[in-house]
Every structure is written in C-alpha cells, then in structure tokens.
C-alpha cells in the first residue's frame, strides 16, 4: 500500500477528528456498490479490508481508503444499438425521429444496457497527518482527488482542508535549482525534467534519464523556459516527481525501508501496519523538507 502520488492537502483549524469520531462520519457515506442503473459508485471501504474498520490508525496517523465502481459501457455501443432501434421506428411511422424521440431513445437504450456492462473497481487511499496537519491522496490526478474531496464534505457535512500554497512557486524553485545545477536541503537533481515556454504555444522540452546539469538545459532557462516537472531525490531515500501544481507523483521508496518493514511484521495485518507507519514518517519529513525548500508555507 506505499503510494505512488501524492495530492497535497493542509488541514485547517476547524478539523478536529478522533479516529472514533472520523469513522462516525464516514459510516454516513459507506460504499454500497452500483445499482442496476447507476453508472458509478463511491463510497468509504475498510483500507485493510477489516469488516467496520472504516480508519485504520498507527502513531497517530490515520489512512482511509475510498472505493470506486465504474460501469464501462462505451458510448459508441449505445449509439450502435440507439441507431437499430430509431431505424425500426422510422421504419414503423414512416418518417425519421426527431431530437427528443431520439434523445429519448438513446436514454432508454443506455438504461437497458447498464444492468449487462461490465463494472470496473479502484481504491483510492488517504493518508491524514493530525499531527503535522496533513491530508494526502494517492492519486496521479487532480480530477480523482476531487472525487475524495466531494465523498468527505458528503460524510462530514464540511471540508475543513485547503490547498498548501508556498512562498515560491514551485515552477519558479525547480528553474533556480537547474540553473544553478543543484537543490537545496536534502534534495538532489535526479535526470527526467520538463522544460515549457511562457508563450501561448507553450514549447515544450523533455529529458528524461539524460543529465540535467549542463550547458544545454542552462540555455533553455535562458531563452525563457522554466520548469514544470522536476525528478528529485530526498535524502538518498526517496525519489519522486515534482510538478509546478504541487503535486507529487512517481514516488518510489529505498527498497531498506521495504525490507524494514518486512523485517518488523510476521504476518500480513502487522506487515500493513509497518508499511504505513514506516511510509508516513519518511513522507512526512520529506514534505516539511520540501515546504522549507519552497520558501516556506505562503499566506
């Protein structure tokens, strides 16, 4: 269960939860699964897999999964079976359907079809930090953290987090870091970045495994680009990608700190116990180092 993305999230004043009193609310949107007609479905599972184990916790820090169910019917489908039906329909009245008949026959169609679909499941993960007032999805988009944003105002009848904003920008950093050919703290340059023209046409340039400390690079920044992806390393620990939204994403762990956690369980519930609290302590320094390397948090 190591993440692989991190959507970043502070928690404001206002969130005050126990892990008792998280799992309360989250009761209130538990996953139940598609319905015949329903085209997805969301709701709060068990992170573990524990029945009624809706926050698993360890050292004061908490993980909650969100279950995701998709029906997959393609609208390309619905279109194939639409058509046949309005050709026996102009065939019957004599004339072609209009814009509704055949808006409504598209709508039938497709309720018809749902039931039959293929149903696809995802868990998306979040990780909160009371402590260090954190909240982290593990998901490579934006879009798919809304969804965990909407599931938790729906289950705590608020939303008491906001994004984590900086001093620098995070665009503004990683350009300075490769033009001066390093980066601050514990961080390294690793070899994947994405260069991008302030112009309309946004001209891009990508290297990846290709060394970033060279003339050539230098001369982008030069003529104007900056960077929007930067590969860095934390502390010879943990390396990952990080993107001009602030999103942290391709995160990979030494594997010592797997083998740490193996080495701390015999058995597969104490195994995810290690994991978890051995990723959230890395992440949790790795973030603190970040926002320091960022200029600090901004108002």
């Known amino acids: ?40 479905a969301h709701g709060w599972v068990p992170p573990r897999g524990e029945e009624a184990e809706l926050v ?39 004339y072609k359907p209009g814009k509704k008949q055949a808006r409504d026959v598209r709508e039938q169609i497709e309720l018809e079809l749902l039931p039959r679909a293929f149903v696809k499941r995802g868990l998306t993960y979040v990780w ?46 990683m350009t300075q870091w490769l033009a001066a050919g390093a980066a601050p703290g514990s961080f390294s340059i690793d070899r994947d970045c994405e260069l991008c023209a302030a112009a309309e046409e946004r001209a891009a340039v990508r ?3 290709h060394t970033l400390d060279s003339e050539e690079v230098r001369a982008h920044i030069a003529g104007g680009k900056s960077a929007t992806r930067l590969a860095l390393t934390w502390s010879d620990r943990v390396s990952f990608v990080l993107t001009e939204q602030l999103q942290i994403k391709r995160l990979a762990f030494l594997d010592l700190l797997k083998e740490d956690a ?11 116990a290690a994991n ?18 960022l200029g600090g948090e901004g108002q």
């Open 56 to 94: 698993f916790s360890v050292q004061r820090q908490q993980l909650i999964a969100l279950g995701i169910e998709q029906k997959l019917l393609p609208a390309s489908v619905v279109r194939q079976y639409a058509q046949a039906k309005l050709t026996d329909i102009e065939a019957a009245q004599g």
């Open 207 to 209: 290297y990846v495994r």
């Open 276 to 293: 978890f609290s051995i990723m959230s302590g890395e992440l949790s320094q790795l973030l603190t180092g970040l926002v320091e390397a």
């Open 128 to 173: 909160i930090d009371p402590v260090n007032r954190w909240l982290l999805v593990d998901a490579s988009s934006s879009a798919r953290a809304d969804e965990v944003m909407d599931q938790l105002k729906l289950s705590l009848g608020e939303l008491p987090i906001t994004l984590i904003k900086t001093q620098l920008a995070p665009a503004t950093a």
């Open 262 to 272: 193996e080495r701390q369980s015999d058995n597969a519930d104490d195994l995810f």
């Open 1 to 40: 269960m190591w993440f692989k993305n991190l959507q970043i999230f502070r928690l404001t004043d206002a969130w005050d939860y126990s892990t008792e009193q998280l799992a309360e609310k989250l009761q209130k949107g538990i996953f139940l699964g598609c319905g015949a007609t329903d085209r997805a």
